[in-house]
């Protein structure tokens, strides 16, 4: 199998707070993870792509001190959300590879913002 | 931009019925998935289609892939209820890194009625 969880499935904060969203591979181990946002009826617009141990490469447009990715471990990858606004409210997925070339992405069930 | 696009929209038919959704993108590509998306849920990988490949079938899927054109199409035959969901065609190219990372469209909103 190739499951992907993310946590908090939802979460409601206040203008200004940090929000961690934490993606992770269960049953296998992810050279990549990727980061990706959804506004509703919208696509998946890709945020970011991380290796395991080195920085994140992030889209253009996509601001690297606002979106904080952290690829700790194989099987782990975190989104921080700093200081976040009622823009940034959104459905954010993460999905992962399980090896350099690998054609198949697993996409993990995402994360609802909402941001007061 | 290779980001696909699906076409129709949305689509609403009766159950059992055939649901076809097409695809188009502007650039070359090693390969175009299919994704399903429940509402507020996650993406569900349904098939993968290389570009040297012209059709492909996964039960009652079956998605065609003409490169000269830069167009897919997803059918899904004797629909069910349960189908009902967005779809997404994602055209991959590889990256830099070797990773082949998919672009999305807005998808097709299937509806299926019983």
């Known amino acids: 199998g190739a499951v992907v969880s993310q946590h908090p499935s939802r979460v409601i904060c206040k203008s200004g707070t940090s929000v961690k969203i934490e993606c992770r591979s269960l049953?296998?181990?992810?050279?990549?993870m990727f980061w990706y946002r959804q506004f509703p009826k919208q696509s998946l617009m890709l945020m970011a792509t991380s290796n395991e141990g080195s920085k994140a490469t992030y889209e253009q447009g996509v601001e690297k001190d606002k979106f904080l990715i952290n690829h700790a471990s194989l099987t782990l990858s975190t989104l921080t959300v700093t200081s976040a606004h009622p823009e940034d409210s959104s459905f954010y997925i993460c999905?992962?590879?399980?090896?350099?070339?690998?054609?198949?992405?697993?996409f993990g069930p995402g994360t609802r913002l909402l941001v007061l | 931009s290779q980001q696909g696009e699906e076409d129709p929209q949305a689509l609403s038919i009766q159950e059992g019925e055939n649901a076809t959704m097409n695809c188009s993108y502007k650039t070359s590509i090693n390969n175009l998935q299919w994704y399903r998306q429940n509402s507020g849920r996650g993406l569900v990988h349904l098939i993968l289609?290389?570009?040297?490949?012209r059709e492909k079938h996964s039960g009652r899927l079956r998605v065609t892939l003409d490169t000269s054109k830069k167009s897919s199409s997803l059918l899904i035959t004797a629909s069910r209820a349960a189908d009902t969901a967005s779809y997404f065609c994602a055209p991959c190219l590889s990256a830099s890194g070797g990773s082949y990372i998919p672009t999305f469209g807005r998808g097709t909103s299937l509806i299926v009625h019983p």
């Open positions: 049953d296998f181990q992810a050279t990549t």
């Open positions: 999905s992962a590879s399980k090896k350099v070339a690998e054609e198949t992405q697993y």
């Open positions: 289609i290389r570009s040297n490949e």
